[in-house]
């Protein structure tokens, strides 16, 4: 069964460096996404991706943050210069065009410190 | 902005028994999907299950199914039979299909399965 792939599995960065997290989408699907969730809380929104541009972003998704898909099969997360705040969990998630549910990732387990 | 609130943070119920997570939302869409995320302790998000608002029939998965009750803006996921496996954080949430099909999500209800 396809599913969606997210490397690292955890990354630990110091804070002010920069971080790329990287998914692979399902192959056929069109529509990605990036959530995040900080320990013990809820899954937060953080951008979603069509047809090569950004169609929406939450208000965490700030100058900070950058996405990319570079080659038609990733689809990265960049993180500029990281946080403490930044700690989380990162989940990819994709869905084909015309469908409602979204496939998620593994995740990954961002520490800055 | 939709707002999906769940407002039981924990529940834990004896293996093989009935448990129903709440939860309710707002939103001013006539048309819209909700669903219930699971996250076991590998902490991926797994669908459970979903609904669309057009939809008055509740949709049932094996031994998970929904009441969703559309003009009170509630709906909780039922499992029967509960098993060990069953124990994890569940997320209720809504999508605006229009909305470039983003998830809000809820702040999860922890459900623990006792033997």
């Known amino acids: 069964e396809p599913e969606v792939t997210q490397t690292p599995s955890h990354q630990v960065t110091q804070m002010g460096q920069e971080v790329i997290l990287r998914c692979v989408p399902i192959?056929?699907?069109?529509?990605f996404y990036w959530y995040r969730q900080i320990l013990g809380q809820k899954v937060e929104f953080l951008v979603s991706f069509y047809n090569n541009e950004i169609s929406e972003k939450s208000e965490i998704f700030d100058d900070q943050f950058s996405v990319e898909r570079p080659d038609g099969s990733n689809f990265t997360l960049k993180i500029r210069s990281t946080k403490l705040e930044d700690s989380a969990m990162y989940f990819c998630?994709?869905?084909?065009?015309?469908?409602?549910?979204?496939?998620f990732g593994q995740g990954t387990r961002l520490t800055v410190v | 902005a939709q707002t999906v609130t769940q407002s039981q943070p924990e529940m834990s119920v004896q293996e093989a028994e009935t448990v129903t997570l709440s939860c309710t939302y707002d939103?001013?869409?006539?048309?819209?999907?909700l669903f219930w995320y699971k996250q076991p302790p590998s902490r991926q998000m797994i669908l459970v299950i979903r609904q669309e608002a057009y939809k008055q029939q509740n949709a049932t998965e094996n031994r998970f199914s929904v009441n969703f009750q559309k003009a009170a803006k509630s709906f909780s996921l039922k499992i029967s039979d509960s098993q060990l496996g069953d124990t994890a954080m569940y997320f209720c949430?809504?999508?605006?299909?229009?909305?470039?099909?983003?998830?809000?999500f809820g702040t999860g209800t922890r459900l623990t399965i006792i033997p």
């Open positions: 998630a994709s869905s084909p065009t015309g469908s409602t549910e979204a496939f």
């Open positions: 192959s056929n699907h069109l529509y």
């Open positions: 939103t001013s869409e006539n048309n819209y999907y």
């Open positions: 949430a809504f999508m605006n299909p229009f909305g470039n099909e983003k998830l809000t």
